[in-house]
């Protein structure tokens, strides 16, 4: 069966398509632009009949679906549990609000844990339509500095290993989308230049650099950061720190957890107007608490106390991970910042689409892309949600 979209405010390239439509077959977009082009004329002159499904969008928009390229878990399940089962329960949740494509993102554990999600990954076969898509995983640690372990466990820190990347790109050749590690560790270069010369995403974070390491890190191909401002060393006016050289760097992209408790309101703002559009992330760092209410959790081993919508460390304090879905962080960075939707749509879905290696595939509503798409109201609110061209759920409002 097709389906065709009408009456929709349609985010393309970047731009808005008013009153635009979408024809969509065998889970990919045919046309997407104007009501009035031919390709939908076409399509809709043959509309009465029962292979369509028409869906009027009544003035809403229809964006692209979202990519979150760093997440740890949701609705009580975590990625490090290494199960299908968990697997599921997350792809299944964080779909429902909005989420289209995810990165499996791991904790610092040994590295037998760490190789046993990578093994449940790499053997994961998506049978449900209405779960969120799989595109490798994201390694968060072991690399990381015990100076700003953040939520991360302190006893599994190591030194960057090459013979473990060497093994992991071996055993498991393109799972591994985005490393993230301190650049100021020994023996750290090397793996970043071989990550970089392997297609992995080399990634700066809970890391305590200061500006001569990040330089000599991006000579070497570091080109990301995660949860920009948390778990790295502060702008300085004598010492610019992670913070600054991200700021300063064109070509390094960074992401933000749009959850107004990671970071200050103000300060993603000025990563809003800093970073060229096309070089900022939305993420969630979502833990298995997203999706339930207040209790005591899991992330990484560690305990974990979820209050309102806070997740914080038993044991010191330190914030861990959030309990946002990105349907929120979207809103956030619309309401709260100020970016058009189409801006918003830029770091929701084609710059993490791009950065994975996925842009042509996702992130945006052109025909030949899959047809994941998040349906919201004029107000934000989500309508509904396609993963390849297949409805995940009925409902008013998530």
């Excluded at 046993?116 to 690399?143: C, I, M, N, Q, W």
């Excluded at 301190?182 to 995403?201: D, K, N, Q, T």
């Excluded at 809970?206 to 702008?235: C, D, K, Q, W, Y």
């Excluded at 992209?253 to 107007?273: F, K, Q, T, Y």
């Amino acid at each position: 069966m097709e389906t065709v979209i009408i009456n929709a405010k349609l985010v393309s390239g970047g731009k808005t398509v008013e009153d635009g439509a979408l024809v969509i077959q065998d889970g990919v977009i045919q046309y997407a632009g104007p009501r009035e082009g031919w390709a939908l004329g076409l399509a809709y002159s043959n509309s009465a009949g029962p292979a369509y499904d028409i869906v009027d969008a009544g003035g809403g928009w229809i964006v692209p679906g979202f990519v979150d390229i760093h997440i740890h878990g949701g609705y009580g399940s975590d990625f490090m549990d290494a199960s299908e089962e968990a697997i599921g329960t997350i792809t299944r949740f964080h779909a429902q609000h909005g989420t289209t494509t995810l990165l499996a993102t791991t904790m610092t554990q040994t590295k037998e844990r760490i190789d046993a999600v990578l093994e449940t990954v790499a053997g994961y076969s998506r049978s449900d339509a209405r779960a969120a898509k799989v595109a490798g995983v994201h390694l968060e640690g072991p690399f990381i500095s015990p100076r700003y372990p953040g939520s991360q466990n302190p006893a599994h820190i190591v030194d960057p290993d090459l013979e473990w990347m060497k093994e992991w790109q071996s055993r498991f050749p393109g799972l591994v989308k985005i490393v993230t590690m301190a650049p100021e560790r020994e023996g750290a270069l090397p793996v970043i230049r071989y990550g970089s010369e392997h297609g992995i995403v080399m990634s700066a974070g809970h890391t305590a650099a200061v500006r001569a390491e990040m330089e000599a890190a991006i000579e070497a191909g570091l080109r990301h950061s995660v949860h920009m401002f948390n778990a790295m060393t502060p702008l300085h006016h004598r010492e610019p720190g992670v913070v600054g050289t991200i700021m300063a760097r064109d070509e390094m992209s960074a992401e933000i957890i749009a959850d107004g408790i990671h970071v200050h309101p103000l300060c993603v703002g000025i990563m809003a107007r800093l970073k060229d559009k096309g070089n900022l992330v939305l993420i969630t760092d979502a833990m298995s608490a997203a999706g339930l209410g207040d209790g005591m959790y899991k992330l990484g081993g560690l305990d974990v106390i979820v209050k309102g919508r806070e997740a914080r460390l038993y044991e010191g304090d330190s914030l861990a991970g959030s309990t946002l879905t990105m349907a929120e962080g979207f809103r956030f960075m619309v309401r709260e910042i100020g970016l058009t939707v189409p801006e918003a749509s830029l770091l929701a879905s084609a710059n993490p689409a791009r950065m994975i290696g996925m842009d042509g595939k996702l992130g945006d509503i052109r025909p030949g892309y899959a047809a994941d798409l998040v349906w919201l109201s004029e107000e934000l609110e989500l309508k509904q949600v396609w993963i390849d061209g297949q409805p995940v759920k009925e409902y008013a409002a998530v």
